[in-house]
């Protein structure tokens, strides 16, 4: 009986992680032509338009691009480290999107299909976990590579994520406080029936907001990667696709933090002011439905991060430390000791 | 001291306000300011299907000017070579044989004519100094070659469509470069 194994089950979770990968995967491909395109109508530019219609088929051909390009790997460096950084970089980068709960569960022939590979009781532990993970793709590549731009640019890296994470764990901390659970789908079920968390936690998420930024490398936190001042940071020695790699999975870390912030903050595939449920059932189109919502608020996102780029200059590291430990975490500490007052004297 | 200008600025250094401190004012003012580019005209010209309209005074790339019957005009007189600042012109002229007069205008023609493109100054003085109405600039610029020989235009590249044998590939040529006489 214990080695009695639902076939269906496999079969359903395999689907979806392929499904969802790939989802992830032609975001982030997509991400790099909106990231052109965006920066090019904030400059009033037109950006890449000349492969296929509006370029639409730009990235297909940045990727043919990188794969045809010629593969160096410096003679200095140590070698299955070199090779381990962008791998270790896109694995992780990928392996978040298990525990994020896309849609409704559905039903299929009688049978429940959440819409989610593993509904882990840790489910945002495991997401911290992984992402604190992927500054080892950056501190290896850069440790790796043997040059010393790309060794500061690791060492900027790492001590970022450091500063960074424990300001988003404790607004992270704040938002348990309130759902009293630490699984994903528990987290959205909360906010389905008490509203979003973003409208409790306005502090919070902003915290959220600026800590993912610097945890995506992305402006105005920049500075692993300043090309100005490290010329390329800690993917400098690479070339074809190794850096196409790590370039991918910065991008599918903005989707995910994108999806992550929207899971936690604003209801996932919540449609506000609609009881889906209530009125249309567990039919597999409001699953569906659900999933476009939230890829439709991850996408939001991915343009506010592209947004903010093209708009705020990189920080000095002093000033990104000072943010990060003098101002971010102090704020974190008071939302997180104000949320636990609050729910203490409202809970009795 | 004496300023040399009125437009001297002292440089503020006034510790920041707590506003200042914070970024966010600043941060939300300028997203304001990038988020109201994307609904801006963008002046971009998409250029080879879009081509800015240029003045009629443009002076682009030579044409060598043909008659009403398709003669061509130029007599290898030598005066656009000697008016040329940049010594981009040469010629060799030739006598006219009996039979060849619905081939040139006048007993003496241009039997090799060339343009050196990389030496050209593109300066115009050549369409001035040509009595014979033979030499022009037209709007055509864009040239490319794979080497420095292409560059050197033979009388083959110059030449303007016959507009006997080839009327429609004439006026295209002549609607390229406005011929003095006719503005007058």
């Excluded at chain 1, 052109?36 to 043919?64: E, S």
């Excluded at chain 1, 070199?82 to 709960?101: D, K, N, Q």
């Excluded at chain 1, 959440?114 to 500054?135: K, M, R």
Aim: net charge neutral.
């Amino acid at each position: 009986m214990l080695l009695q194994i639902d076939w269906f089950i496999i079969l359903e979770k395999f689907i979806l992680i392929a499904v969802i990968v790939t989802t992830a995967l032609v975001v982030a491909m997509y991400s790099t032509y909106a990231e052109r395109k965006v920066a090019a109508f904030l400059q009033d530019r037109v950006g890449p338009n000349r492969a296929g219609p509006f370029g639409l088929l730009q990235p297909l051909a940045d990727g043919v691009k990188l794969f045809m390009k010629e593969e160096i790997i410096p003679l200095t460096s140590s070698r299955s480290l070199f090779i381990m950084g962008p791998l270790l970089a896109m694995i992780t980068a990928t392996m978040t999107s298990a525990v994020i709960p896309w849609g409704w569960t559905i039903d299929i022939a009688g049978r429940q299909v959440p819409l989610q590979v593993a509904d882990v009781n840790i489910g945002i532990l495991y997401i911290f976990g992984v992402v604190s993970l992927g500054v080892y793709g950056i501190m290896i590549g850069g440790w790796a590579s043997n040059n010393k731009f790309s060794l500061l640019a690791a060492i900027r890296g790492a001590s970022q994520m450091i500063s960074y994470e424990l300001a988003m764990g404790l607004s992270l901390i704040a938002v348990l406080m309130l759902v009293g659970d630490l699984r994903m789908s528990a987290i959205v079920n909360h906010q389905v029936a008490n509203g979003w968390n973003v409208i409790y936690q306005p502090l919070g998420f902003f915290i959220f907001l600026v800590c993912s930024l610097a945890e995506c490398n992305r402006t105005p936190f920049d500075l692993p990667e300043a090309e100005n001042e490290l010329n390329f940071g800690y993917h400098q020695e690479y070339s074809s696709m190794k850096l196409g790699f790590y370039l991918f999975a910065e991008y599918i870390n903005m989707f995910i933090s994108g999806v992550v912030m929207a899971t936690l903050f604003f209801g996932g595939y919540d449609i506000p002011f609609i009881n889906e449920a209530a009125l249309w059932g567990a039919q597999w189109w409001v699953g569906l439905i659900g999933f476009a919502v939230l890829m439709a608020k991850s996408f939001f996102f991915i343009f506010l991060f592209m947004w903010i780029r093209w708009t705020i200059p990189r920080f000095r590291f002093d000033q990104l430390m000072n943010l990060g430990w003098k101002g971010l975490l102090p704020l974190a500490l008071a939302n997180m000791l104000i949320t636990a007052v609050v729910v203490l004297l409202l809970n009795k | 001291m004496q300023a040399l200008t009125n437009r001297k600025k002292e440089v503020e250094r006034k510790p920041m306000t707590l506003a200042e401190k914070l970024y966010l004012p600043a941060i939300f003012k300028g997203m304001g300011i990038t988020f109201s580019h994307l609904f801006k005209k963008n002046p971009t010209i998409k250029y080879p299907e879009e081509k800015r309209p240029f003045p009629d005074v443009f002076r682009g790339l030579h044409i060598l000017n043909r008659d009403e019957e398709g003669r061509e005009r130029c007599t290898a007189c030598g005066l656009c070579a000697v008016a040329c600042p940049a010594e981009a012109i040469t010629m060799e002229g030739a006598e006219r044989q009996p039979g060849e007069e619905h081939l040139y205008r006048e007993e003496r023609y241009a039997a090799k004519y060339e343009i050196n493109m990389l030496r050209c100054i593109f300066c115009g003085l050549c369409e001035e100094a040509c009595p014979k109405d033979a030499v022009y600039l037209t709007k055509t610029f864009a040239t490319a070659n794979y080497d420095r020989k292409g560059f050197i235009y033979k009388k083959d590249d110059l030449l303007i469509p016959n507009p006997v044998t080839d009327p429609e590939g004439y006026e295209k040529a002549k609607g390229t470069f406005s011929n003095g006489a006719e503005k007058k």
